[in-house]
């Protein structure tokens, strides 16, 4: 089955299902799977989790891990014949604020990549602004940058879902709303 979408994103918070239902839509595009990663084993936390991400996932996934470059790893990646899943942007985003890369032009570059992608893309990211206001300049940076990140990749997409305790709230596409 194709997916009657070309770039999907799937927003949620922490624990929310987000991974499983990005992987499902994958899986339902008999496409060939790629699951480009940008998530690093920092600790030995990160390391189960990521190993628990590949068991779930299986055998019938070729993974990719790219944790700065991923508008050029996209471009690399994407094809026709395969399904792209990109988890997570807010692990990718946290690895550009650490290495403290242009946010604003790493931003654009992957809008772009998603924009000219010859083949579907399906995009994990984190809702991390319906919490309270963080309480220093850095954590309300990367709370805004989030936001903004979210906001451009869904405007791209033709299909956003907002998960929240594993169920889908599908958000896109939907009626054009005349108030700007």
């Known amino acids: 089955m194709t997916l009657p979408f070309k770039t999907s994103l799937v927003l949620g918070g922490a624990r929310s299902g987000k991974s ?5 839509l994958v899986e339902q595009s008999g496409l060939d799977r790629v699951y480009l ?4 084993a920092g600790d030995d936390e ?3 989790r990521i190993a628990a991400h590949r068991a779930r996932r299986g055998s019938d996934w070729t993974t990719v891990e790219e944790p700065l470059e991923l508008a050029g790893t996209l471009k690399s990646e994407v094809s026709p ?5 990109i ?6 985003l946290s690895n550009l604020t650490l290495q403290k890369r242009d ?6 570059a992957l809008v772009d990549s998603l924009a000219d992608a010859s083949g579907p893309v399906v995009l994990v990211s984190n ?3 319906l919490g309270i206001v963080p309480d220093n300049v850095l954590a309300r940076g990367f709370r805004d940058h989030q936001g903004e990140l979210n906001q451009r ?17 599908t958000l896109k596409p939907h009626a054009v709303d005349p108030v700007d």
Do not use: K, N, S
């Not at 990749?153 to 709230?169: E, T």
């Open 20 to 24: 499983r239902y990005a992987e499902r």
């Open 37 to 40: 990663a940008t998530g690093q």
């Open 46 to 48: 990160m390391a189960a």
């Open 81 to 85: 014949e395969r399904c792209i899943l």
């Open 87 to 92: 988890d997570c942007l807010t692990l990718w």
């Open 103 to 108: 946010i604003a032009r790493e931003t654009a």
């Open 127 to 129: 809702e991390v602004g």
């Open 153 to 169: 990749v869904a405007a791209i997409a033709d299909h956003v879902v907002f998960i929240a305790a594993g169920l889908p709230l």
